[in-house]
């Protein structure tokens, strides 16, 4: 049974960077089926999709946050990262990574975050 | 961006009612819509893609219907365990995917 998990600082000081892994386990982060990616949720409110990445290296960032996010992925570790720089209060979440079930993400071969981690804490204060 | 509305913000239903959850989207995301279920604590759970078709070994209790800018989320017979906060996502508009802010289904 695929599972992910969720790794990184809990607590990053602002302007600094924050670097999360996902660890993937129960199946291989190079399948050509998949996209793998990262969501977060602010405290106490809803879903924010931050970036996508596929086995070969390619990405995809959600526009709004495309200028400080890196997503990155190391195949022989089966894992795969999220860097977002120059953070600040507004960037405390709940990290998610999550499997992407399509072989593409345009939407008639995409279908849906079929498989996600449990969600790490990341809390930006000096 | 497409901005997605949920209404209402919070539905109180008794186990065994039906729920009826809508999802409005700002512009056109065709079928390209998803259902996910977060329980508190935990990470969010895909319920429906292309807004009608159910993920794998999720309830037939729950269907998805709509199109277009209007979608609706349908639990026929609410069970202990469906009360929950339950997000709508259009993936229409790549790459810049969005969310609605939620709808929670508490106890009644």
């Known amino acids: 049974q695929l599972q992910l998990q969720e790794s990184g600082p809990g607590l990053v000081k602002p302007s600094e960077t924050l670097s999360l892994t996902c660890t993937v386990s129960?199946?291989?982060?190079?399948?050509?089926?998949?996209?793998w990616g990262w969501i977060r949720q602010p405290p106490g409110k809803g879903l924010e999709w931050i970036g996508s990445i596929y086995y070969s290296g390619s990405t995809y960032y959600n526009p709004s946050l495309k200028s400080r996010v890196t997503i990155s992925v190391d195949t022989s570790k089966n894992q795969f990262s999220l860097k977002l720089s120059s953070v600040t209060a507004a960037d405390t979440a709940v990290y998610y990574c999550?499997?992407?079930?399509?072989?593409?993400?345009?939407?008639?071969?995409?279908?849906?975050?079929?498989?996600w981690g449990q969600g790490t804490t990341v809390t930006v204060s000096s | 961006e497409i901005v997605m509305t949920q209404s209402p913000a919070t539905l109180s239903v008794s186990p065994g009612e039906r729920a009826t959850l809508s999802c409005r989207a700002s512009?056109?995301?065709?079928?390209?819509l998803a259902w996910y279920q977060q329980k508190p604590g935990q990470a969010p759970r895909l319920l429906i893609y292309g807004a009608s078709t159910r993920a794998t070994g999720i309830p037939a209790r729950f269907s998805g219907s709509g199109s277009g800018t209007e979608f609706t989320l349908t639990i026929s017979s609410l069970q202990s365990e469906d009360f929950a906060v339950y997000y709508c996502?259009?993936?229409?508009?790549?790459?810049?995917?969005?969310f609605g802010q939620g709808t929670k289904v508490e106890i009644k």
């Open positions: 129960g199946g291989s982060i190079s399948s050509s089926s998949y996209y």
């Open positions: 512009q056109s995301v065709s079928s390209n």
């Open positions: 996502q259009q993936y229409n508009n790549w790459p810049q995917w969005t």
């Open positions: 999550a499997r992407l079930d399509g072989s593409s993400l345009s939407p008639n071969y995409y279908y849906g975050m079929d498989v």
